[in-house]
């Protein structure tokens, strides 16, 4: 059987790193993509390696629609070089960012940047690597638990994750007669360094979310690196 790829965006940390190296824990290759720590992004890539699959990073800017073409490019370049092939498996577009700002004074600036990451970046993305992704290949898009409840603040980050959504069902609609099969996770707040931590080291931010869950606690990663199929990174058949 020919080796399963994996391209995990915003792989360098976070929930996007745990669920590439839960991947390869399984035997999955990974190609991941980092904003700007290259270096944090090479650790991953050799934190892979140790598990006996190969792993490469490569710099991307998903709010930069621009960057697509020569990003795919790079792509097929280090498919061919690495893998002797022209297609990878598995996309999981993780990439993204945060905003806490009262609808009142949410930005025009801030409104365009986060529907560049959370939203086109995704969507153009995912369009222009399709010649790459094998049929019968997996997409899973994260949005958020913010999508179904209201919490003051998020109103635009919840907008665009509510987006996400509506899109998953449109690629799997499309998609589905090259046996692509195209989902969606929502996680709650976890302990990562997303928005800068906050839910991780804000203990005052994390006993208040604990207090409203049924576990008592804030999610971890590996609560969403290892939920039941088909909704799952992990899930994806090898």
């Known amino acids: 059987m020919t080796q399963r790829i994996a391209l995990v965006t915003g792989g360098s940390r976070g929930l996007g790193k745990n669920a590439a190296l839960k991947l390869a824990a399984k ?3 990974i190609l991941l993509t980092y904003h ?6 090479l650790d991953v890539v050799a934190e892979i390696e140790k598990k006996g699959v190969k792993a490469a990073a490569l710099a991307l800017n998903v709010g ?7 990003f795919a490019s790079e792509v097929a370049q280090v498919l061919a070089q690495k893998w002797g092939r022209t297609t990878f498996d598995y996309l999981l577009n993780n990439a993204g960012i945060g905003l806490n700002a009262p609808f009142a004074e949410t930005s025009e600036a ?11 970046g995704p969507f153009f993305l995912t369009q222009r690597l399709l010649p790459f992704l094998q049929d019968g290949g997996r997409i899973l898009n994260v949005s958020s638990g913010l999508a ?8 635009a980050y919840a907008a665009m994750k509510g987006a996400m959504e509506v899109l998953t069902r449109y690629q799997a609609k499309e998609l589905g007669g090259r046996g692509i099969s195209v989902n969606i996770i929502a996680p709650g707040a976890i302990e990562t360094d997303f928005g800068g931590g906050e839910v991780r080291d804000n203990a005052e931010v994390n006993r208040h979310i604990a207090a409203q869950t049924a576990l008592g606690r804030v999610g971890l990663p590996d609560d969403i690196a290892t939920p039941s199929p088909p909704c799952s990174a992990m899930s994806w058949r090898g």
């Open 27 to 29: 035997g999955t290759d």
């Open 36 to 41: 700007s720590n290259r270096q944090a992004a």
């Open 64 to 70: 930069d629609s621009t960057t697509f073409d020569a």
């Open 110 to 120: 801030q409104f365009d940047e986060l529907m560049n990451i959370q939203f086109k």
């Open 148 to 155: 179904r409840f209201a919490l003051p603040g998020y109103a």
